[in-house]
Structures are given as structure tokens and as C-alpha cells.
């Protein structure tokens, strides 16, 4: 029989917030946005746009009265007031103390080896000083263990002489894998206990930035090792009981491995062209999951490609999207802008869909849009 | 070089508008609403949304200065403001000269006559008593030259004795053609003169409503009749040098000809499938027409299906979705609910989109949604 869909409170109101609101109209769900920004790229998508910080308890508490589910689009939430509002009754997807765990690089590293997840090795690390105890564990990646965003919080020690770029606050170094992709996988879990998993797709990074440069989806690996990283997804979420969308990021190594790398309990960078590209996307499944509505078939369309659309350097300013008709000509091609006024060097302004007939037409495509837009103000 | 894009104000917010702004997001379009009800549709979607007259000069007028582009998303708008605006160098996209024309079924016909496109033979009547002139000619449907929609406006007179069945305005009397199949071609023409047309689509209308019940994309037809339907669709957006997408109805005549039924100036219901089914959807395609961007691919994914969504029979009132949980859980099923408060009986509440890997598994699952789903009050 009939039950009223839940309306929903979101902590964050950035790119992944206005791709959840985009997907909310076709279910008519109402979600409402909490973002410290007044100009955050949701708050032209929802009359509940709410101006205050998704870390300040009472602001947080405050706004989750007011709806009957609380998730977030961003991971830096304050725990306390969800997990304070989760005693209450309210439900709250992904749960806190999932949240919590995964905030924490440590706790998030040391679950998947308490539970036998396939990981790189790693130490954890109080301050910068303890770096010194772990010279034969190097070359490795220092990891800060909160904080961390966008590629930031991770630095490379190559050898002991430079042990010193590591943090100065608790944190991990983790072996550097040898690997010959990075695959990401998302997966979705309802509170029934239903699960989903998109296909394995392939990353490629900026070596400067560490953000995700180029995606294609599928992966291209064999379909053992695709059935192998996509059930390491669904072992990982059943085991947590995380309810919500989970991408887990993880290394195929030379040897044929698959390691988890890091996981969000979120909508994705690396599931972005789920929109074109997937019967369902990435944030319809999310809000199914976190609604307790079944899940949406996760079948890909073809060949799909996503590249991220970051602001040019040199510029800060109000941004102007340099090329983007000529990048509309091209078939296949679909821009997505967040609706930024602000443009700076390297800020995720976008990114762009690409479909096509195989992996080499989506890569054609891909250079093309790369020379032709460009994010300047 | 870069080009800002031009803010566009749509003249109508129901749920083709809805559409229109879920579209709009991807390229951070700025699109504001004019329609009568304060709980259209639209009104949530976008913080310009007005309330008022789109039939009233003046209303219209000064909302028209507000944005670069004006649009529509209803035919039954006021045509001399619309002039007004266009003579005073505002782009109103359909032309206004082209809408008028559209909006009348006499003027329509007489244009499908004069330009040598192929419908139905017909005779212009001026009012109920002018039908028994014709009695040779039935039967044939009587249609409303100005006001219908939506299946009203349209009545089957079968013979002489029925003739007072006819409505007492301007009208035409319309061969009753024997056809095999309806059909649909959405196709859409920029300002440039770019045009793009979507595959053909198959329609099965509900008998007594006269609402398209059910939709088939791509048509079950044979390449020839398919090339045909798309060409006359391509020479009629040509012929009215139309910006915007244009929806044209058609039969396919069981000795296999193909003629026009009606066109639309405007996305349509019969495009609605085109969100999960093609590349772009008709709803993005009418944006890039009309803000002068090139245009989208509109290649299908594959099969799909779309069936409307009516009010139940014998409930009025706040709408509850009976069975929405139900047909979630069966793959590729996509429900699109237009956020309508109160249902009444054969109102349109939302949509359902069918994905499916044959013709046959996509009728299949129709007929379980059809039998799951109910808007109740």
C-alpha cells in the first residue's frame, strides 16, 4: 500500500547536493540543503536552501528536526549531532558512526584489515617525527588521518631525506602499490539489506593534482578481476551495513591484485557519468537507498567517459566557460556546470559526459573537449 | 570564444516546464516560469518562478523584458504580446507567427495543404449547422480549429445523425483515416538552421481519453517508413524555420503511407522517453535550440517504453502514489512524478519510462506497472 515518501535534510549543498536535487524531481522527494555557503551550488535548486554550517552541532540539529531522513554530500559533518539525532529516532543515511570511521584514514584502514579486506600495507603514524621509525617501509604515501580532501592530506616520502614533507599530526603511511589501473566501484544498500553494484570503471589521475583527470566506464580488465573488485564493493557495504551509495576506490596491481584504496560514503567523483551513461545514476540510487525504496538497475548504457572541468590556472574571478559550444558539437558530449560564480586554479567547476561507440571513440572525444574548454574568468 | 548564455523565460510551468528546468541544470541555464498556479509544477524548481496570466498582454509583457529568450511550454499563450516582444528585438523561440498558426487546427491543416506535406483530406466548417453540408465526407472527426488539448476538442461524427455531436465553432471535419499505426517524430531546429530528429516512436492511445497511454521507441516500422516520417519532420521544422523542438504526430495508413495528424511546437509527451532512452532528451534539445547552442545526439540507447500516469477514476484530492515502491523494484522502471498536489480523474499526474532489451520486455513490464500502479487520493 501507499507510503508518503520521506523528505530529506542534506548536509552540504556543493556539485554532489545539485546532482542529488536534479535527480529528486523525477520522484517529486524534497530535500532541503544546509551549506555555509549563501552561493553553494544548490541554493538556486531547493526553496530549502539553509545558510549555516553542517559542523556546528546546534545549526546541525537544528535543521534535522525538520526532516525525516538526514544525509550528507560531504564526509567533514559534525558526528556527535547526527549521532545525537540517530538516538532520537531520526534516520540517518549513511549512519554516524560509519561516517566516523571513514573521516578517520586510520579507522578506515584498520577496518579493512580487521575484516580481511584487501588493502595495501600500512603503519599508522602519530606526527611527523614518528615518520623516521618506518625508513624501510618507505617509498610509501603519508596519509593524513582526518582532514584530507580532494587529494590533499596525501604526500608522497619517497626515501628517508624526505621524511619531513610528512604531516605533523596523526596519520599512516601506506605502501606505494606498484598498480596498473585505479578502478572505482559504487555500490548502494538499502535498509532492507538490498544491494547494487555499478560496474567497475578506470580512473586516470593528474599527476600534479591527484584529482580524477579521466574516466572510462567499464573498466578494461578481464571479467574475473571485474567480478572480484565489484564483490569486494558489496562485501564491503554488507559488512559496514552502510545504507546510501559507497565508492570504493581500489588499485589493480601488476601482479593482478585488487586493493581497496579509499572509500566514500557518498555520490562519487568516479560515478559522475552514471547520469548518461547507467539506467540509473549514482544519486537517483542514493536517494532510493536512503528512502528505503528498491534499487534502480545499474546496467550501463555503452561506453561512457567523464572528465572533471577545473578552473584554468591564472585565473580567479566570476567564471566564463571558454569553448563550451564548440564542446556541444561534438556528439556525445554533455557538459555539466555546477553553477559556480567563482572560478580559481584547479576548483571543480564541472565535468563532461562522454558516450561513444568504444573506448578509443570516447578517448578521441576526450582530447578534443580537453583542448577546446577552458574555465577562465 | 566564450559567449554568456542567455537567461530564458518560459511562458507556462507545468510538467513539461518541470522538464525543461531539471534539464536546465546541467548547463546552469537560468530559466524563470509565468503560469496562473501558484503550485504549478515548476514552482520549486526555480527561485523565478511567477505566478500570473500567460493570456494577459500585459503580465506577459513585462515578464517578457526580464530574460533573453522567451519560450513556451503551452500553445494556449497570448501571441500579440509574444509579437510585441519579438518586434522590439527580444528572441521568442517558437516564433510567434508560428505558434499562431499552430494554434489554430484550421490554419495548421491549411499549411500541411499549401506546402504539399502529406494528411489527411479535410473540409473547414464554421460552425455545427455547416456540417450537414458534408454528410458525403463522413465519417470523419470534427476538430476545434482553436482551444483543444489534450484529446478535448476532438469528436467522431460517424454519420448524418450524429452531426449535432459537432461543436458550433470554427472547425474542420478530418477523414477518418484507416490506419495501422500512430506515430511521433520530435525533431528540433536551432537558430543556425542546425536540425536533429529523434527515431520515431509508436503510440497507443487510451480509446475513450484520447491520451497517448502508451509509447514504443523506437517504432516497430520498416527502414523506409521510419526515413520518411523522419524526412517530413525534417522538411516541416525547415518549411517553418521553427527554433525549438517541434513534435509531429502522424499515420502510418494500412496502404503505407505516412501523413500528419498535428504538430506541437514544444517538447511533448511523446518525447518524454527521450530523458532515459537517447543521448539527449527532447526537454535538453529544446534548450540548446532555442539559447542558439548545437545541437544534441539523439540516438537511442535501445528500446524504451513510456506510459502516462493518470489520476484514478473516482479520486480527487492530495495525490498518493499507490504501488510507487512496487514498480521501483522491477529494473528499468522509471517513474517521473510532476510534483501536482490535488489528482482528479485522467489528470496528468507523472510518467513512467520502460527501459527493456526487446519490444516484448518492455510490454511486459508496462502491464505489470499498469496493474501496480494507482494515483489515488
Known sequence: MYKALPSIGLLGGGQLGRMLLQAAVDLDLQIACLDPDAEASCHQLTPNFQQGSFQDYETVYQFGQKYDVISIEIEHVNIEVLKQLESEGKKVYPQPHILQMIQDKRLQKQFFKDHGFPTADFVLTDNQASLSQHIDFLPAFHKLGKGGYDGKGVQYIADAASVTKGFDAPGLLEKAVD?????????????????????????VFHPEQNLVEFLFSPAEITTTIAKQAEKIAVDLINTLELVGVLAVEMFLTKDGQVLINEIAPRPHNSGHQTIRGNESSQY?????????LPLGSTKSFGFSGMLNLLGAEGFTGPAKYEGLADILAIPGVFPFLYGKKITKPFRKMGHITILGDSKGAIIEKANQVKNLIRVIS
Open 284 to 292: 537517483e540510487q542514493h536517494l532510493r537507498a536512503i528512502t528505503g
Open 179 to 203: 598498480f596498473e589501473k585505479e578502478l572505482a566501484v559504487i555500490v548502494a544498500r538499502n535498509p532492507q539489506g538490498e544491494t547494487a553494484v555499478f560496474p567497475a570503471v578506470e580512473m
